[in-house]
């Protein structure tokens, strides 16, 4: 069979709108405005460059089912751009964008296919009058989808190669949306060759050969909990039908979680210090892209008292913003946590009979414990279904509220060291 080369992506999300950031300056909001939709850019532009022989897209183009206007557009032009290189673009829609939601009247280049619903149809790829593969492929009617559409799939035996192109979650990820459940066993099954899936917006390859497995991640992270790098798959078949994918990051502003250790002895300048280096470091290492940052001060010190007083960090945040500010690409930090830890021996004063010993032993008790955690809850009900409270404190997780014992602990131990040292 002739070799040839594709660009597999998914979960574009165009005009996404990045919930959870909290404040930022304008040039930043605006920057993550348009992130989503130079990615597809970029996906296109490497399909040029790569001389790719078509794209696949795996559902998720939009971000709603009511997509704008404006993002539609955008997502044509892009296809058009290709389709004027006369590289075909295949298309099924995702649980954000199913083909119940509006769809704008546009006219479509023939080198675009976008799959309706059931059942599955398989349109052969050419180059120069020559079968490459076929695509398979089939877009859901709803947002609500719990049925495995993989048994619809069925390989051409004429086809040099078989690929299905679904949006699905594969092993129930936990995580991501049960929609449209299927087993790696069923994909393996089908008897395709390739399997272009969307869905689970971290790139990962399920499976390396026969058949290869992939889902590429979304092509932008698009929340704070989207961190590290995202883009799609460059994926050459040999005349052998070996197949070697390829990862390209194509996200243009990137989030970073980082960890900021704060050593014993330092001062409040050490702290800013680190924080603007850790910036600096993860901005080298995006090669050139837009960073927004979320920070944890960790680590056990002298300064955790300062650290954990009101105000303290707030301003060592704005002062770093400040110097920040002019560099371009940018760093914007989103968030600065403290999660530091006083200088005492824990484990020894945990043995001790005094108050201390009984706080973190009692915080001890209720961080292992489920049914304590589960009546801290409960006494805690009052507060966090008050009519006045954010509905999320109704909900909140376990480990949350771990990490909150583990805060009001070190707060109260501060207090407590600080009246032992003035006694
Ligand atoms: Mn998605």
Redesign the pocket.
Known sequence: MTPFRFVHCA?L?IDTPFAGLQTADAFVADALRRASSEAVNVVVDLCISEHADFLLIAG?VFDSANRSLRAQFHFRDQLARLAAEEIPSFVVH?N?DPLDGWIADLRWPDAVTIFASEPVQSIPVKRNGEILAVVHGVSYATRKDDHNLTPLFHPNPHAPFNIGLLHCNVGSNTGHEDYAPCSIDDLTASGMDYWAL??V?RGRVLRQQGPTIIYPG?SQGRSPVESGEHGCFVVDVSGARQVTPRFVATDSVRWALIDVPVAEEAALDDVHDAVIAHCEAASAEAGGRDIVARLTLTGRGRLNAELHRAGSVTDILDRSREMLSQRRPFVWIDRLTVRTHGLFDRAARSQESDFIGELIRQVDTLTNDHAALAHLRSLLSPVFEHSQAPVELSRLPEDCLQRWLDEAETRCIDMLLAEEGSE
Request: charged share 20%; no cysteine.
């Open positions: 979960d999300h998720d995702g954000h969307g869905h917006h979304a």
